[in-house]
């Protein structure tokens, strides 16, 4: 069953948006350093399935023993496959990059020591709560009912990218429905609750039986690729199996190399992935964390859409007269900034806070928050919408 598909067999030599039938570490060796955006890699557990496991209707339950999995015959055979294929990633990953890895309780230990000894730097680690965990049939342990993920990069001092507000837009695990349809918005934490794989999402094969039997959830990789990563981006995928990552990374706007040894998944992965459409919204674009160009006050003022003098409110009370030069002038006559005021104005402290999201100005007789008007500046001047 495994083996290398020469049909498959691209030449792949950074040729992007492929799938590469192959062993990941050979493969990986072929392509070039700091050549890669995203990491993701759903590797062999070896999770040590031994007989057959029973529902509690007596059916059988189709759980993990592939072959691909319990491959390794000691911890040692695991924790070699697992330096060789991090230690690739390593290699090819951006200085700026980032890597996911996902592994439940049989491996997630021994990976997340061999990438501290490799040197990534972690990021985060997070919990996958499943919505609908398999049940532990026998009643023999508690009911595993989530995977973890290390979330890593090159070097301490990697600027790696993270779509903070994206992740807000994204993240319905701490906001409920209702709270999000009105408008809250929180960060997104590190314990995320998804259901497994399941209906249409789930591949069958020509019998109609899931085809992979741990294929992820497309809302899994989908978050993963949105929160860190960018449009036109590299992203990819030591373990493809059913090309999750490359549907959701086409999906994205993103480019993919997935690599998989087993023939059998790259053809239905690659069937797969000719039926994604890209849908380039703003989850895609990232468009909540672009930042505005900056503008200051004085071109905001020499444009005409400040007047010097003018007063700044907080709360109905004015607080500050802007002056010629884009400061607030306070009634004492001391000069000050937008951001130091409003630390000491709301907190009695002094904390800088974002001006721009509190001052407001008369218009038409009506408090309007001078970011209205620096909006309607950039929109107009700037082109910037
Ligand atoms: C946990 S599964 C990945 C599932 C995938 N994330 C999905 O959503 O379908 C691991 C995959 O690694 C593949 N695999 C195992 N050893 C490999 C190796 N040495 N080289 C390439 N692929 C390998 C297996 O065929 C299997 O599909």
């Given at each position: 069953m495994i083996g290398k598909n020469n049909f498959l067999c691209y030449n792949h030599f950074m040729n992007k948006n492929v799938i590469i039938c192959g062993d990941t570490v050979e493969e990986l060796k072929k392509m070039p350093d700091e050549s890669v955006d995203l990491i993701f890699a759903d590797p062999p557990?070896?999770?040590r399935v031994e007989g057959k496991l029973q529902r509690v209707n007596g059916n059988d339950y189709d759980g993990c023993d592939d072959e691909w999995d319990n491959q390794f015959k000691t911890l040692e055979d695991y924790e070699n496959f697992t330096y060789e294929w991090l230690k690739e990633c390593k290699r090819v990953l951006k200085k700026d990059g980032s890597i996911w890895v996902i592994g439940g309780m049989q491996c997630i230990y021994t990976i997340g020591y061999i990438m501290q000894k490799l040197g990534y730097w972690f990021i985060n680690d997070v919990i996958w709560f499943k919505k609908n965990p398999t049940p532990n049939f026998k009643g023999t342990r508690l009911n595993n009912a989530h995977e973890t993920l290390i979330w890593a990069v090159k070097s301490k001092t990697a600027s790696y990218h993270f779509n903070y507000k994206t992740a807000k837009e994204l993240n319905l695990d701490t906001v409920s429905n209702e709270e999000f349809s009105k408008g809250t918005r929180k960060q997104m934490g590190s314990v995320w609750k998804m259901s497994l794989?399941?209906?249409?999402e789930r591949i069958k094969d020509e019998n109609g039986n899931k085809l992979h039997s741990t294929q992820k959830p497309e809302e899994l990789l989908y978050r993963i690729i949105a929160i860190s990563s960018q449009v036109g981006d590299l992203v990819l995928d030591?373990?493809?199996?059913?090309m999750t990552t490359g549907a959701m990374a086409k999906k994205l706007g993103r480019d993919y190399i997935c690599i998989d040894n087993n023939k059998v998944y790259c053809n239905y992965g690659k069937e797969r992935l000719k039926n994604i459409v890209p849908i380039i919204n703003d989850v895609a674009l990232a468009t909540f964390d672009r930042k505005p160009p900056k503008v200051t006050f004085t071109e905001m003022i020499d444009a005409g859409y400040f007047e010097v003098g003018e007063k700044l409110y907080y709360n109905d009370k004015a607080y500050l007269f802007l002056t010629k030069e884009g400061k607030g002038q306070k009634k004492d006559g001391s000069i000050t900034d937008i951001h130091s005021a409003i630390g000491q104005v709301k907190n009695n402290s002094e904390t800088r806070l974002n001006g721009w999201d509190y001052w407001t100005v008369m218009r038409n007789g009506r408090f309007t928050p001078i970011n209205d008007i620096r909006k309607k500046y950039l929109k107009e001047v700037k082109n910037y919408e």
């Open positions: 557990y070896w999770m794989c399941q209906g249409e030591p373990f493809g199996g059913t």
